[in-house]
């Protein structure tokens, strides 16, 4: 039996599946361009910001949030490989709360780069 790290979130009235795979980076590479490990290793820089309730506008200029909507496209399309490319994905919700929702894929992401202990 395959196993995956998935899970479902509800907003703007849908609920959306997200899963990692090994084939995540993969896919994410082949439609971003981008390497997913170090896109993902430049969201260290939010740990020194993320409790803080008002950012600068330097702080701001640090965060990528391209970023966050990529690797959020990238885990609900490993779910579910009938979603649109990433624009069309995103333009069927109302709203889109990428922080709220990124912060409830971040046990994905870090599943998606950690080994596994035997």
Do not use: C
Request: proline fraction near 3%; charged fraction near 40%; glycine fraction near 4%.
């Amino acid at each position: 039996k395959e196993k995956y790290i998935e899970k479902h979130i509800n907003f703007d009235g849908k609920e959306i599946k997200f899963r990692s795979s090994g084939a995540t980076p993969i896919r994410y590479k082949a439609q971003f361009g981008r390497d997913f490990l170090t896109d993902i290793y430049k969201l260290r820089d939010l740990e020194k910001i993320k409790n803080k309730k008002e950012l600068t506008i330097k702080e701001m200029e640090k965060i990528d949030f391209d970023l966050f909507y990529n690797l959020t496209w990238d885990l609900a399309k490993t779910a579910d490989k009938t979603i649109s490319e990433p624009i069309e994905w995103l333009d069927k919700f109302e709203t889109f709360p990428v922080m709220e929702i990124f912060g409830e894929l971040q046990d994905i992401i870090i599943s998606t780069i950690q080994a596994k202990k035997k």
